[in-house]
């Protein structure tokens, strides 16, 4: 028997491999199946220039892996460290520059150069973030409630939403329906009055997002990024040595190590149901693998449109699944360089600069404006970046001397997930370094190698539908418990067996292992109660 498991997960992206790890530490014969050749889905090291230079294709940075998962898992052990990331760093092509270190002292004097009110009101700001942090940050490692039913269990799982929310007062209340609905230049604009405030601040509620930053629900994307946690501190963020491929390597390592199966280029085509229950999959070659619990981590327009027969589920919960918002427009290029690179506004090396996050963004309009060109169908004339460096912390990213730069990118046209678009991709790319080149001259001349991924790359390759990141837009409407369908937000599915936990189900957007870890509590559960009933029946 074995082709026969207890448990099969489809797809070896990082929350993949959580579950997996949890599972197989539980004595659960677990194997993970992973269409590409190396495991990491989005979060994965790849060597498109050589194998003396390793590149972070897609996710660059790592925060919202929870401490806790890193202990049950050991992955210390593996290989996982993160390297605390810098501060934001953002060059100016009139010569200036803002930064905003963690010193409340410091960064209180870089931002007063733009503007004395921006500096007072950074503290409020921070302040009234970490309060609204503090009470929805827990709530993504929750498992959301079935809103509106009326089930025991369901009720209970309700009252613990009810408990989270005990301590908002009226005033807190205003504030996170504001947030959570709010655009993020709503936000900025009611605070801070420089551009380049408004522009720094602007990035994090756009990154990833099929909106812009005059667009309804930007605020919320924004703190979701900066609910994350390294070694505890809220917002941090860092470079896993390695690259992302050192966490998802870790992950697999550890999985390993308590018993778990992973078997790369392996496709599924189908995963198989019997009287509304899971029984296994079918590979592409024809083989057969058998399992009573069946987890997905695809995207779920993957997983319910193409693996499961549509027969198999209810009308409702396939028309969600076919009108889930999953756009994006983003496009990664990732370089080789001979050298740093040295910024006008601020000469020679400095570790917070080169080791932080170097944003290209000079004003909230010139990012809209960048938007408002892709939704007309043409690709960002101005592109902003999301910049950064890990080479400056892991030396064995690249051979001595050089480095890998990182951009994450917006905007091309969102439909350019439909043909790879290569040409226009490489003009738009070009621009990118004309405008590097601007505050950092020497940039263009410095690159040795480029690479641009762009929405079909991330699609057809890693399995991004739309190009999308978070596997669906973090919006409002398909957040928590409609993430990523009415009733079906515990990670279950319609079908008996089947469950789901990639990046589209409460908890994902980011590399938060969340979803693959709360998977595992809810097979645990489902399996105890069936052998309780089993047991009891035997005893009737």
């Not at 009810?162 to 504001?178: G, M, S």
Request: hydrophobic residues 40%; proline residues 5%; negative net charge.
């Amino acid at each position: 028997m074995s082709n026969a498991y207890d448990v099969i997960v489809v797809g070896g992206g990082h929350n993949g491999l959580v579950a997996a790890g949890y599972l197989a530490k539980q004595g659960l014969r677990t194997v993970v199946l992973e269409r590409r050749a190396i495991v990491g889905g989005a979060a994965v090291s790849e060597h498109p220039f050589g194998p003396d230079y390793t590149v972070t294709s897609l996710s660059y940075v790592v925060s919202l892996l929870p401490p806790s998962l890193v202990r049950d898992l050991e992955l210390d052990r593996h290989g996982y460290h993160v390297y605390p990331q810098g501060p934001y760093f953002s060059p100016r092509r009139d010569g200036r520059y803002l930064q905003l270190p963690s010193d409340v002292r410091r960064r209180h004097e870089e931002i007063a150069k733009f503007s004395s009110k921006d500096a007072d009101a950074i503290e409020v700001w921070d302040a009234k973030l970490d309060a609204i942090g503090r009470v929805l940050g827990p709530m993504l490692a929750d498992i959301p409630p079935k809103v509106g039913s009326r089930k025991p269990a369901d009720l209970a799982r309700q009252a613990l939403l009810l408990r989270r929310l005990k301590e908002v007062d009226a005033r807190k209340a205003v504030d996170i329906t504001r947030l959570m609905t709010a655009s993020i230049a709503d936000l900025v604009e009611d605070q801070f009055e420089s551009d380049a405030m408004k522009g720094v601040l602007a990035v994090s509620g756009v990154i990833g997002t099929w909106a812009g930053p005059r667009s309804a629900g930007t605020a919320y994307v924004m703190l979701h990024h900066h609910m994350g946690d390294t070694d505890g501190q809220t917002g941090a963020w860092g470079f896993p040595r390695g690259g992302m491929g050192g966490v998802t390597q870790a992950l697999a390592s550890a999985a390993r190590s308590f018993g778990a199966e992973i078997r790369t280029e392996t496709e599924v085509a189908q995963i198989t149901t019997s009287g509304g229950a899971a029984t296994g999959v079918v590979l592409e070659n024809g083989e057969v693998l058998t399992a009573s619990t069946v987890i997905t981590t695809a995207h779920p327009q993957i997983s319910f449109l193409r693996l499961v027969d549509r027969r198999d589920l209810p009308a409702d919960f396939v028309e969600e699944i076919e009108t889930w918002k999953s756009r994006s427009g983003t496009v990664k290029v990732n370089f080789a360089v001979d050298r740093l690179p040295e910024f006008a506004s601020k000469p020679g090396f400095d570790p917070e600069v080169h080791g932080g996050t170097i944003v290209l963004a000079e004003s909230l309009d010139d990012i809209e404006t960048a938007f408002q060109e892709a939704a007309a169908g043409r690709a960002a004339t101005l592109p902003f970046a999301d910049i950064c460096i890990p080479s400056v912390f892991d030396d064995s990213l690249a051979p001595a001397g050089q480095h890998v730069v990182s951009m994450f990118t917006q905007w091309v046209p969102h439909t350019w997930n439909l043909e790879p678009q290569q040409a226009e991709l490489e003009a738009y790319a070009d621009r990118l370094v004309a405008r590097m080149d601007q505050v950092a001259p020497g940039f263009a001349s410095s690159v040795l190698h480029r690479q641009v991924i762009g929405p079909y790359a991330m699609e057809h390759e890693y399995g991004l539908i739309g190009g999308n990141i978070f596997h669906g837009e973090l919006t409002v409407g398909q957040m928590f418990h409609a993430r990523p369908a009415a009733g079906f937000a515990d990670l279950r599915t319609p079908i008996r067996g089947l469950y789901q936990a990639g990046s589209a189900t409460h908890g994902g957007g980011g590399v938060t292992g969340v979803p693959g870890r709360n998977v595992v509590k809810q097979v645990l559960g489902d399996l105890k109660r069936a052998d309780l009933r089993r047991r009891l029946t035997r005893k009737g």
